[in-house]
């Protein structure tokens, strides 16, 4: 076996995966990408991609590929539907819209397959020579010492093995993460006993059924009988594929149960059903206790997994992978620094411990009650009062869902900051915040501007103010690219003059003058 040395190795090229490799490709970073499957698996899953997450595609490269590989029409968007007992119960109104907070982002939200985007990332991967790709090797065996990290992989079918090496190693390998378990990194677990069915099937009279509300992505079915728990039906394609999760009783086998009675019950009629697939899951959610040990990271599933509530996965791990790749680069590259390392674990955790908790969580929590305390049989009147408040208030986890790092030590956050998912969205430029787009006077968008390193947005400022942040930055070798503009024409809206952004877009200073001390501002943004 011969030794094959990169900066980073990467196992697991799900988008996750994938997505890391592209941004440490961008970056000039060398690194091999190790999947064990050949082939995509072509299962409909992590389908809806936020404005965040279409941002993350943009700087790779690859928006214009991704809402190209598109498979329903353009008008139909991220929206769901919820609907009590039945999606045909007459008690139904739309939820989740996440154009609500469309104008803090710089580009629309998009909903494809996640196979689709798959297959995008892995055409991008090709095209960058500092990424090396193995699909079809699997991960064997991982070990790390002072002088970097070793991987044994073997080929499909078997065969001879490698050994690749590598600085450091990051695996998106899934929930059932072989890296994570090597790298003796323990995980918590919060079970609800659970076994949940996936079903993917054809159906032209569903859609037809369904017609009548409209561009509807996805359709959430509150029964009383499941205690809070989802039917989520959602389209992949406008017409006739369809995916399903939902409940079923412990020891259900593909042969053992109706699931055409258990669809058709959602729904509340009778449809013809064409099954592709039948697969079943545990609901549970799980955090690794950290997202690093030594060498080795987890990103994605491999560090946080939960049920398809609300859409998180996909995004939360390609924020991972955006989070991890410019602090790795930087350390490569010799201006970050362990601290930056360790700020990864120290801010992409608590945002998922703060979206388990605050919105998964919460969601079955707020359900069970509803279900248990307004029944229409029982009392009409109360029940359609509080399904109105309901209503009324259908978007506000999509307002509240606003990932911020106010408690990292890299950022310069409020005093007592605290990192969590919990936040709101505003075009004022707060440390730790993702920064909110705005035109610049040139005509060009100020996210189109931003450097791959940080950025330095100066607005109505004195050169000698800037000159003090490039020096600073020349010195401790850091990347800067100073943006200059005015107040005017609506960027007094960010209520600072200078805002100190971070190659990821969250910022990470903010002030209406020049600081005594530039270097430590950026030193500290850097780890230092």
Sequence with gaps: MNDERYQVIVVGSGPVGAGLAIDLGHRGVSCALVERHATIHAIPKGQNLTQRTMEHFRFWGVEDEIRAARIMPPDYGMGGLIAYGNLLSGYSHN???????????????ERLPQYQTEHVLRTKVAELSAVDTLFGWTAERISQDDGGVRVIVTPEGGGFQRVLEADYLVGCDGSHSVVREDAGIPETRSEHDKVMVLLVFRSRQLHEILERFGDVSFFNALHPSLDGYWQLLG???????????????????????????????????????????VGFWDLRIAVANTYRFDRVFIAGDAAHSHPPYGGFGINTGLEDARNLG?????????????????SYDEERRPVFESTARDFIETFIENDREFLCRYDPERNLPEFEKAWRHRESNANADVIAFEPHYEGSPVVFGPDHGVTSALGSHQFVAQAGHHLAPKPLSSGADLFDELGVGFSLIALDADDVDVETFQTAAAGLGVPLKSI?????????????????????HFVSWVGNSAPVDANHILSRSAGG
Aim: proline residues 5%.
């Design 95 to 109: 939820w989740y819209q996440r154009r609500q907070v469309r104008p803090y982002y710089f580009t629309d939200s």
């Design 326 to 342: 410019w602090k790795l680069a930087a350390t490569l590259n010799g201006w970050g620094s362990e601290a930056l390392l360790a």
């Design 484 to 504: 200059r503009d005015s107040l005017a024409d609506g960027r007094d809206v960010y209520g600072t003059r200078f805002v100190l952004v971070r190659p990821d």
């Design 235 to 277: 389209r992949v394609d406008v017409g006739e594929r369809w995916f399903f999760h939902a409940p079923v009783p412990p020891g259900t086998t593909a042969e053992s149960f109706d699931f055409a009675g258990l669809l058709q019950n959602a729904v509340g009629a009778e449809f013809e059903i064409e099954f592709d697939y």
